[in-house]
């Protein structure tokens, strides 16, 4: 069985995040978010779930400050790019929503 290799290769990130880190070697989860793409709360929930690590700044425990290095980044990145894409699922996907209201009349809140 081949040995693979934990570390994903940096050269495959974005030129714009290779430049952000090549002036500091850790980066806020604000600005880590705006070089991905997404929104701040995206990537707390994604480092919540374990699918990128990250280092706590300063000793908070109730609100850490998370703060990501290059590697970090490189491995959701690359699991970003490789996870086949999944077509979202439910009981309504697909059907039109139309006849589902007609039986079920909104209900008063």
């Not at 974005?14 to 500091?24: K, T």
Request: aromatic residues 6%.
């Amino acid at each position: 069985m081949p040995i693979r290799d934990p570390k994903p290769p940096i050269e495959v990130l974005p030129e714009n995040v290779r430049a952000a880190f090549a002036e500091r070697a850790l980066l806020p989860l604000p600005a880590v978010a705006k070089l991905l793409g997404m929104h701040a709360d995206t990537l707390r929930a994604l480092a919540d779930q374990g699918k990128i690590s990250w280092s706590c700044k300063g000793l908070g425990r109730v609100r850490p400050r998370r703060m990501f290095g290059i590697d970090d980044v490189a491995g959701l990145w690359h699991t970003m790019r490789s996870s086949a894409v999944v077509a979202p699922t439910g009981a309504l996907y697909g059907k039109d929503f139309l006849p589902h209201r007609k039986e079920h009349p909104a209900q008063k809140r």
